[in-house]
């Protein structure tokens, strides 16, 4: 059977995509704040919610529900471009996905993040306190990743200001974002250009979701329970 889907409301975003969204900022947050009030053991707790949610994106983007796959909304340089020259129009193409802006936005972002927390595994103070994987480098390296630990963070809050900017902006534009972040829903219809066939709104494919969260807690087991020293 086939399904005409426009006009419905697609289930686009799925609930795990949502809460990894939402823990980004509060867990971004709270890594500031622990490292401010010295409470570092809190700092390396975190660290490991965060490495887990990332390593559960990662994967649920090869497998997870069809919007959240990257092959999905990352785009040939081509489309890219086209795109990039109507950025500015209220009539550019409509994505119930990212739109190519937006996938580079979320290669970008996630980078930046996965960046912060694996340069974080190598940090070392000099003194009493290393992350994990500390012993696993040579000194140099070590030394390296120590100092970009410390500089990244502004980089990773001017990318964060950007995102948020851009979200705006579009909103300005006449698209709103927000909404669908919470939800999960968006109205689809034909000038959607990744509206796909199919029913793809209805079931949670929860035996991929138990293959990703298994993945993503061997990584955390890994990283921070082997002991390298
Ligand atoms: C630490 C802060 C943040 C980080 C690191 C971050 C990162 C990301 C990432 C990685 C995605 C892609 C989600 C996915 O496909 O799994 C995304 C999407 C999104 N974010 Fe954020 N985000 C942050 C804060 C915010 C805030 C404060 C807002 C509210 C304005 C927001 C609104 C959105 C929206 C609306 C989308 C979907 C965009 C679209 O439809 O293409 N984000 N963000
Ligand atoms: C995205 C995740 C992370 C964020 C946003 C973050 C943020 C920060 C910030 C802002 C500092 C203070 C830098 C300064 O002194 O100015 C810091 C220090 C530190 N972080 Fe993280 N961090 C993250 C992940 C991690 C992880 C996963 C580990 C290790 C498990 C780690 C280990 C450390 C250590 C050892 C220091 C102390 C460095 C020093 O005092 O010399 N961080 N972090």
Redesign the pocket.
Known sequence: MTYDNTDQHIA??DWS?RV???C??V???LMWFTQDQNRMDWHFLLGEVLLGLLVY?LV??FIGTPY?RFSH?LYSPKTFITYATQLFSREKPR?L???PM??L??LV??G??IFQLVSGLFTTDDIFLSGPLYETVGRATSAWLSRWHRVFFDW?LI??GL??A???F?KLLGEG??K??FTGKKKANKQHQDLLSGDVTVRFPWFRFVIAVAIAAAAVYGVFHIGYA
């Open positions: 686009v975003w995509v990894f969204h939402w980004l900022p867990l971004i947050f994106r649920w983007g959240a909304f994505y996905s990212h739109n937006g996938g936005m979320v972002l996630m930046a993040v990773l990318l964060i995102h948020v851009a979200i705006i579009y974002l927000l669908a972040m």
